[in-house]
């Protein structure tokens, strides 16, 4: 990883763990996520259309991709809603952020997507894995196979799945940009964040309309700020990421990085929203630190 895709999921990071900060205080539901897909579209899409692109001129293959990643998109989102309805945002958002580290180094392995990863990679990515399962305990002893078996534990892995999957195809899409049409970085990636914001929306707004408590709560938060924010937040965060994706050998580490958010969500869930802060989730956090610097490496 370079540093110029180092820099760009730091900076991301913050803003991932504030999006996902305020879903978790103001409203864990899709209809937040809708609003804050309508809010990324707005703010991305002037830019895309001012860029000159020939929508015609790009590949049907990029198209059937977008399609495929939206799909995924839908699931982390309604997923990620009903996790935070039904979990604390520091079991959810650890979990849920760690789960796809080994996720996608298992597909990217198996398909042969991007080059190898190093074994110290792939140490610090389980080294990360492991922190992350050890942060959600309240103790020692719940660290039992039962433990995980919940509600909850449903939800965190849809989101995994989810995240995973997006991750995977967007990667390629960019691929595709870079070889075939776009040479500038910046507009590439506002360019594919518009047009998957508008899809995403798209998505959302059906999820949304066909549940009656979604309506109800899209009336109630529709006149906050809160969803708006959060959804530039989101758009400008995955900007970042889209453009760290073009400074890396495998999509892996740009996942791996990203977990850098962890300790941030865990330590807003805890001096924010008052949630307890164990010894595991200390020891957790000192693992996930660990992983991140050995996979960098």
């Known amino acids: 990883m370079t540093l110029t895709a180092f820099i760009f999921v730091f900076i ?13 205080k103001e409203s864990p539901s899709s209809a937040f996520f809708l609003l804050s897909a309508v809010a990324g579209s707005i703010f991305c899409l002037p830019f895309a259309l001012c860029s000159g692109v020939d929508f015609l001129a790009i590949p049907l293959d990029f198209w059937l991709i977008l399609v495929v990643s939206i799909s995924f998109n839908l699931v982390y989102f309604v997923a990620l809603g009903r996790g ?10 650890p979990l849920g952020r760690a789960l796809p580290v080994l996720l996608t180094a ?6 042969g997507i991007g080059k190898s990863l190093s074994t110290n990679a792939l140490i610090g990515m389980l ?25 909850v534990t449903f939800w965190i892995l849809l989101i995994s799945i989810g995240t995973t999957g997006y991750t995977i195809f967007d990667s390629m899409d960019m691929e595709i940009l870079k070889q075939m049409y776009f040479k500038n ?21 059906w999820i949304v309309i066909f549940n009656r408590n979604e309506r109800l709560e899209l009336k109630r ?14 758009a400008s965060a995955y900007i970042l990421v889209l453009l760290a994706m073009n400074n890396v050998d495998n999509v892996c580490y740009i996942q791996a990085f990203r977990q850098m958010s962890l300790p941030i969500g865990m330590l807003a ?3 924010i929203l008052k949630e307890s ?3 595991p989730k200390v020891v957790g956090i000192l693992l996930v630190i660990t992983g991140l610097i050995m996979s960098s490496l």
């Open 12 to 24: 991301s990071v913050f803003m991932h763990a504030a999006w996902n900060f305020l879903g978790k």
């Open 84 to 93: 935070y309805r039904c979990g604390d945002i520091s079991l959810v958002y």
């Open 106 to 111: 298992v597909v990217t392995m198996l398909c």
């Open 127 to 151: 080294v990360l894995f492991a922190g992350c399962i050890i942060m959600p305990l309240q103790k020692w002893s719940e660290f039992k196979l039962k433990t995980y078996f919940s509600k």
């Open 185 to 205: 970085e910046l507009l590439r990636a506002i360019f594919y964040m518009g047009a998957a914001d508008v899809l995403i929306s798209f998505g959302m707004f």
């Open 221 to 234: 938060i529709a006149r906050s700020y809160a969803p708006y924010i959060a959804g530039v937040f989101t």
């Open 269 to 271: 869930g805890v001096f």
């Open 277 to 279: 802060c164990s010894p």
